[in-house]
């Protein structure tokens, strides 16, 4: 809606998917950002209405926002994603997020039906269970839906199995919600394709699967971590597990997950895990990125046993390339000692660079 929604932001949505969305900047947004819309719906002018609502009163006007947080919750494939809106996004938002996950706007005489509002159906993947635990969360939690989800989870009890199918019937995801293999197998022949090498993925899945590990340990800037420091095949790698709803078992295991997963289970058959292991800890030209996780391997032993020593090394390494991540346990190894002498003045110089970055 403003300045720092750029020229990218609009690419990457479908005219078709995202329509509603993109008449609604091309309407309200400022004149430089409205330009980049209207070319992302291939109109020539901005249009007159959202989904057919006209804005001639306060109320239109809600109706057309209505119809834009709609569109895209139902186009939102990622429960967490789902789960974190229904905690933290606006309450209107937040509403249609939690409806999304719960089915709730289905039911006759619902909320939405009494505001003339359309359904949000139920996420596809959603069994009872998934739906139970979610509203217990939201009770247990105290969010602002709780007393919703109490209510929900006594009528549940009454709604069939078949019901809560055809909620999570209709079509309305990303298509590859249902399999996200399908997109995954699409990245990996492109990227072989284009010459990414065997080893370089190995080393990519190495990379995810330290992410993972580390993830649950700085969860305030995981998102942050993954976008600045894994290449376009780690990313997916992580992506993949998360729309599966799985977790990597180990390093090597998931070496073979993923290349049995993009049909290259002949290799893995020709892969020891010694063979795996070498690859993954080989350090190449990417110490921003690659040298980054053998260092926060090292430190944390995510695969291999503590060597500290090794670990500020490589991430010294990676510092040095610009990742401010790495500058961030630099600290803390010089100002605790973690398998190095203390050292005070060099835990202020990595400080003085982070703060200057």
């Not at 699409?186 to 090498?197: A, D, P, T, V, W």
């Not at 700085?218 to 780690?234: K, P, Q, V």
């Not at 500020?312 to 991540?325: F, I, M, Q, S, V």
Request: glycine residues 4%; contains cysteine.
């Amino acid at each position: 809606m403003n300045d720092e929604f750029i020229r990218q932001d609009t690419r990457r949505m479908d005219r078709y998917k995202d329509k509603c969305l993109l008449e609604y900047i091309a309407i309200y947004s400022e004149p430089h950002v409205s330009k980049w819309a209207v070319k992302a719906l291939g109109m020539s002018a901005a249009p007159d209405s959202i989904d057919g609502i006209l804005a001639n009163n306060e109320r239109d006007k809600e109706n057309q926002r209505w119809a834009v947080l709609h569109e895209q919750v139902m186009r939102e494939y990622d429960y967490w994603t789902l789960e974190a809106a229904a905690y933290e996004a606006s309450h209107d938002m937040a509403w249609f997020a939690f409806c999304r996950l719960t089915g709730c706007s289905c039911a006759e005489n619902s909320e939405m039906q009494r505001n003339g509002l359309p359904s949000c159906g139920l996420k596809q993947g959603m069994s009872r269970t998934d739906i139970e635990q979610f509203c217990r969360g939201m009770i247990e939690n105290n969010g602002r839906f709780s007393r919703d989800a109490a209510d929900w989870l006594s009528q549940l009890a009454y709604i069939s199995d078949e019901e809560l199918e055809e909620w999570a019937r209709p079509k309305t995801e990303r298509s590859w919600d249902n399999d996200p293999t399908e997109r995954f197998i699409k990245h990996y022949k492109e990227l072989r394709e284009r010459g990414m090498s065997l080893e370089d993925m190995i080393r990519s899945i190495y990379d995810a699967y330290i992410f993972w590990q580390y993830s649950d340990i700085h969860i305030r800037s995981s998102a942050l971590i993954m976008d600045e420091t894994l290449d376009m095949f780690g990313k997916q790698v992580v992506e993949w597990y998360e729309r599966r709803h799985k977790c990597p078992v180990s390093m090597t295991v998931s070496v073979r997950n993923v290349l049995a997963a993009c049909g290259a289970a002949d290799v893995c058959a020709a892969l020891t895990d010694e063979r795996i292991c070498d690859i993954a800890y080989t350090e190449t030209k990417d110490k921003r990125g690659h040298s980054y996780y053998i260092g926060l391997d090292h430190l944390y032993g995510f695969c291999m046993d503590e060597a500290s020593p090794e670990a500020a090394r490589l991430l010294t390494d990676a510092a040095e390339a610009g990742n401010k991540y790495a500058v961030e346990e630099l600290i803390d190894i010089y100002e605790e000692g973690i398998g190095v002498k203390k050292n005070p003045w060099l835990a202020k110089k990595w400080r003085e660079k982070y703060e200057d970055a």
